[in-house]
Structure formats: structure tokens, C-alpha cells
């Protein structure tokens, strides 16, 4: 069962890489739990710390977040009728966002689950979205159609374990490759209650929290370049925020 919204989760996100080369980072951040129909609104002074904007989900045309999820999913056969949806992201913090990867659950109007929606960005302004149909232990399995890190081409499937946030957060996403499983990402956080001082202490814990970790995959990225890991080509793609 989701915890009510909104919610913030003080988390640890871990990567860690097999192949072709060992190689693991972790991250502290903060993320945002909400519903998409009625974002949080937050004191005129801590405003600057957290915006969703629909301009950084979907195709950034629709009016709202949840006007971009519905159409994503009636343009695949899916009808919520107007059921509940929650949220997982990453927030604007003065006026900046990345989200690797934000998630929503969507329910049917009588509150049970119909399916999750992982939109994934890369670091290179693009976007892709996949949708999931968990299994009863919250894992879904996906082919991979999106190129995120320049030292692994668009080829294999990924195992994604996405069960819904409730006083923790526990997501694991693994990428299955021909001959090996080189890479494994990790979400784990705790609930807080959302509160100005909550924020104030996360922001100040982690400030620029987006921007940092943007730069944490780059810096890696770049230690990774100098170890000698061949880059991949990015294949292009029909707009530069791509979503399927």
C-alpha cells in the first residue's frame, strides 16, 4: 500500500558495475512522493526548493504532470478512468532538475494497482519512458530501448524491482546482458513527513541536490573513461527528449 502524499524519503543511491571493469558509487539525496493531481504547496519561502514542473516529464507539452502521463498511457491502450497516481522524483531546486529516474503508480478508480511508468533521463537532455506490469513480488522486466550510460550499448533487458514506497524505499533496477548481469542500481530511503524544517534540513544536508547528483555521474563517468572503458555510440533519436 503507498504511504499517503506527499511525502520526502532521505535515500542512498548505489551503482555498482561487474563488467567490463568492477566499479561501484554511492550517493546521498532526497526525493519527492507525491500526487501528480495535487502537487504540494509549499511556504512562499521554501518555494525556490521544490517545483514540478510538466516541462520536465513526458513530452514537456501537456498542461500538468498527470495531462502527460495520461496521454503517454492512452496512447498505449491504457485508461486509469481517473484512478489515483503517485509519484516519485526528483524536485526543481532553485530553478534546476535531473531525474535519472522518476516513477508512478497507477491505480484503477477502485485503488488497485494497474501498472508503473519509469521515465528515465540520460545526462544528454533525453528522455524514455517504459511501461511495467509488476508481478505479485513487484518486479517487472523490460527490454532496454534507451542508451543512458555511454559504456553500455542499447541492447539487453532490464529487471526492475519497484515495489511502492511506504516507510521505506527499496528499488532496485539491473540491467541482463548476454553472458552477465553488469549492472545493478539501488534506491533505499526512509520516509519523512513533509514539513518547512524537514525540507530546510534535507536541502542544507544536500544542497543543489539535482545538480549534485548530475555532476557525480559525470565525475564518474569521466573516472570510468580513464580506466580505459570504450564509450558507445549514442544512437540518435527523432527529438531530443525522446519518449516511447
Not at 504547496?41 to 514537456?60: E, I, K, M, N, T
Not at 517487472?140 to 514506497?165: H, I, L, Q
Not at 542500481?185 to 544542497?207: D, F, M, N, S
Request: charged content about 25%.
Amino acid at each position: 500500500m503507498v504511504t499517503a502524499t506527499p511525502a520526502l524519503y532521505s535515500c542512498a543511491i548505489t551503482h555498482v558495475r561487474t563488467a567490463p571493469t568492477r566499479y561501484g558509487l554511492r550517493h546521498r539525496t532526497y526525493m519527492w512522493l507525491i500526487d501528480p493531481d495535487r502537487p504540494p504547496r509549499l511556504p512562499y519561502a521554501v518555494r525556490a526548493l521544490a517545483r514540478f514542473d510538466p516541462r520536465d516529464h513526458f513530452d514537456g507539452t501537456q498542461p500538468s504532470i498527470r495531462a502527460g502521463l495520461d496521454k503517454y498511457l492512452a496512447d498505449r491502450g491504457v485508461d486509469l478512468r481517473g484512478g489515483r497516481v503517485v509519484m516519485l522524483t526528483h524536485a526543481r531546486v532553485f530553478g534546476y532538475v535531473f531525474n535519472p529516474l522518476t516513477l508512478y503508480w497507477c491505480h484503477d478508480p477502485d485503488g488497485r494497482p494497474r501498472c508503473v511508468v519509469a521515465e528515465v533521463h540520460n545526462t544528454y537532455g533525453e528522455r524514455h519512458c517504459y511501461l511495467l506490469r509488476p508481478d505479485a513480488e513487484d518486479v517487472a522486466y523490460t527490454g532496454k530501448e534507451f542508451y543512458v550510460s555511454p559504456f553500455f550499448p542499447v541492447d539487453g533487458r532490464y529487471r526492475m524491482r519497484v515495489p511502492a514506497p511506504d516507510r521505506r524505499l527499496d528499488l532496485t533496477v539491473r540491467l541482463d546482458r548476454a553472458g552477465g548481469r553488469p549492472f545493478t542500481a539501488t534506491v533505499r530511503g526512509l520516509r519523512r513527513e513533509v514539513t518547512t524544517g524537514t525540507l530546510l534540513r534535507l536541502a542544507l544536508r544536500h544542497p543543489w541536490s539535482t545538480a549534485a547528483v548530475s555532476a557525480a555521474i559525470r565525475m564518474h563517468g569521466i573516472r570510468l573513461y580513464l580506466r580505459g572503458l570504450p564509450v558507445q555510440p549514442r544512437p540518435r533519436h527523432r527529438t531530443p527528449e525522446n519518449v516511447k
